[in-house]
């Protein structure tokens, strides 16, 4: 005799809603509610499919829709019934409605709505609307009317999306015309310096292919780069002595340029070699060093290459051909990084590097040297205001991180930034 013992078959039960495939045995832990006889019929309309004879049965996932009044208007169905919250303590309990008065409205109203996508419809933010044969042509008309509105915003405020100040707005179409390109993709081109916003978020708000925007950055970078260097030189003496700040005119009223070095993130190189060439002990990362000159007034005067962030400032300084830039008889005002510079003594007999005096770990600073040491970093602190504008640059900031692929162009990145610096008001208003 076989004592195997035999489970009685029983169909699952299955929520009613179209696009829903849950079942007891598939989702054990979801409630299941029997839909009663009597509001089988109108459930079934509002969700659009046949009422069958067999019991059917809702997932409590599609009990808790507060869309009863919203979908009766949609359908025309006059509200007479409205779904009490269940009774929900056991899989066994089924649900019972229960007729109200229209003018006693819940706080909660459940109703199901009608979750069966036709091909005419497309999801909202705002539910679902519904599209004829002209969608795309009303689709390209809002995405052509969302560009304008995007490069109408870029207009008005070019400097905080462009870093350009908008008295020389002119100057994007006079490159443009200059080279032979399109004004559109300049403006693409700074934009992408000024926000670092990816490739993917650029395509969005200009409705362009990613791609696209990628060759239009890289192709615009070298020609932006040739045209801003000419804003970048070294004014002569007068002209300096003429925008002079005052705190420079009572002791240091022949400094030329004052110099420092910033630093800017990249990407982990996969060579080791190159790993080690810009691996930064100050910054503790990966990084690509600049050196930057200034005039006392803010003007940029001097931007270095790129080097790795494992190069001294005096090996930059000395390698970076700043010292041909010079004048004879220069006067430069640098960090204590910038020890003795073997290079400006040697070409400038007359040059003068000031720089705070040394300090030596069992000697005590001269009142002298504390005074000047406090009077230099005084001064030389117009350098860091300086590279904090082109920090505005979101690209260029000490974490950016640049991506590998944009390694080649981050030195013409640099000087464009550079070139729109000077191009803003002076960093001293009051000379």
Not at 13 to 27: A, M, R, V
Not at 52 to 81: E, M, T, W, Y
Not at 280 to 309: D, E, H, R, W
């Amino acid at each position: 005799m076989n004592t195997n013992t035999y489970k009685l078959y029983k169909d699952p039960k299955t929520c009613f809603i179209p696009t829903c495939s849950k079942t007891d045995l598939k989702n054990p832990d979801l409630k299941f509610f029997t839909v009663r006889k009597e509001l089988k019929q109108r459930w079934c309309q509002l969700v659009g499919r046949n009422c069958p004879n067999r019991a059917l049965f809702c997932c409590a996932d599609h009990l808790n829709i507060d869309a009863a009044i919203q979908c009766d208007k949609r359908i025309g169905v006059s509200n007479k019934f409205v779904l009490a919250q269940p009774k929900t303590q056991t899989i066994a309990t089924q649900f019972r409605g229960r007729k109200i008065k229209e003018s006693v409205m819940p706080s909660r109203m459940m109703q199901l709505p009608n979750t069966e996508k036709s091909p005419n419809q497309s999801p909202s933010l705002f539910g679902t609307s519904n599209f004829d044969s002209s969608s795309s042509a009303q689709q390209e008309d809002i995405e052509k009317r969302g560009r304008e509105h995007l490069l109408k915003i870029i207009t008005n405020k070019p400097k905080m999306f462009l870093g350009l100040p908008k008295s020389f707005w002119w100057i994007i179409n006079f490159i443009a015309q200059e080279c032979s390109c399109l004004a559109f993709h300049i403006i693409i081109c700074l934009f992408k310096l000024k926000n670092n916003d990816s490739f993917a978020r650029m395509s969005e708000e200009f409705q362009m292919a990613r791609s696209t925007i990628r060759l239009v950055f890289e192709k615009n970078v070298v020609v932006l780069s040739t045209y801003f260097q000419n804003c970048i030189y070294l004014p002569p003496l007068s002209e300096i002595k003429k925008n002079l700040p005052l705190a420079f005119k009572i002791r240091y009223s022949n400094v030329q340029c004052i110099i420092d070095c910033f630093e800017i993130q990249i990407e982990k190189p996969s060579d080791p070699e190159k790993q080690a060439q810009t691996w930064s002990q100050y910054k503790s990362c990966n990084t690509m060093k600049y050196l930057i000159g200034c005039t006392p007034a803010g003007y940029i005067s001097f931007i270095s290459q790129g080097y790795g962030g494992r190069t001294s400032d005096k090996a930059i300084t000395e390698n970076s051909g700043f010292v041909d830039v010079l004048p004879l008889n220069a006067v430069i005002m640098a960090d204590r990084g910038f020890k003795e510079i073997e290079s400006l003594k040697e070409s400038h007999q007359n040059g003068k590097l000031l720089r705070p005096p040394s300090v030596f770990a069992n000697q005590k600073m001269t009142k002298k040297d504390v005074i000047k040491t406090k009077v230099i970093a005084s001064l030389r602190v117009h350098v860091e205001r300086v590279i904090r504008r082109l920090r505005e640059f979101h690209m260029l900031k000490p974490h950016s991180v640049v991506n590998n692929k944009h390694l080649k162009y981050l030195d013409d990145l640099v000087i464009i930034a550079c070139g729109l610096s000077n191009l803003q008001n002076p960093i001293i208003k009051d000379v």
